[in-house]
């Protein structure tokens, strides 16, 4: 059966560790373990993040922003890769007809900040810390641009209410340096102290 040589761990070039020899397929084909779970390597490196925003009034697009803002810094040397997300309207809104994310450039720091709830590390414990910054409050150059839908409320939200929604962005939305993206509300502003999200993410080294 063919064998390949390969790189053990993250590198940055071919001389930074020994080579070993791993068994490949019969075609000369890498053999690729499914032990563990999509995003366990990426979260022992220390490389995913969650951003939690709390009780804020979600804004529709707009340059004076609230919501759950995750901005990548012009000159950062990772691009911010989507993993999840999680949205709960908590506070009647019954003219706010869904959420989606929105995003645009921005090539210079956001101004009039206030930080997210939360921003973490899912690697539990290790206290590190990503490029990305989290807002719940930013006042950017222009207003996003809706990238995707992600839940619908009717406006019976006013008396029935709606649980958690959650889903999966499975890394399609990339935010490079100078970027940023946020959630935002659709059809009017969410009610003060109603909104309630997360967004999960990946940081990729973009020189290699």
């Known amino acids: 059966m063919a064998q390949n040589t390969i790189i053990r761990n993250l590198q940055n070039n071919a001389t930074s560790s020994t080579p070993f020899t791993q068994k490949g397929g019969v075609l000369g084909d890498a053999l690729v373990s499914e032990l563990n779970p999509v995003y366990y390597q990426a979260a022992k490196e220390g490389r995913v993040f969650s951003s939690y925003v709390s009780a804020v009034a979600t804004s529709l697009p707009a340059t004076a922003s609230i919501g759950n803002i995750l901005y990548n810094p012009l000159g950062s040397l990772v691009d911010l890769v989507l993993l999840d997300w999680t949205s709960n309207i908590i506070v009647t809104s019954a003219t706010t007809t869904g959420i989606a994310i929105a995003g645009g450039t921005q090539l210079i720091p956001p101004t009039s900040t206030t ?94």
């Not at 539990?124 to 810390?129: K, M």
């Not at 641009?145 to 399609?172: K, M, Y």
């Not at 309630?196 to 973009?206: D, F, L, P, R």
């Open 115 to 208: 930080a997210a709830t939360a921003v973490t590390s899912t690697l539990v414990g290790s206290g590190t810390a990503p490029t990305g910054q989290a807002f719940s409050i930013a006042t950017v150059t222009a207003a996003p641009t809706i990238l995707q839908v992600l839940e619908h409320n009717t406006a019976a939200i006013q008396t029935v209410g709606v649980d958690a929604v959650s889903g999966d962005f499975r890394g399609s939305i990339v935010v490079k340096p100078g970027a940023f993206v946020t959630l935002v509300a659709l059809g009017a502003a969410v009610a003060a102290s109603g909104h309630t999200s997360h967004i999960k993410w990946m940081e990729v080294n973009n020189t290699l």
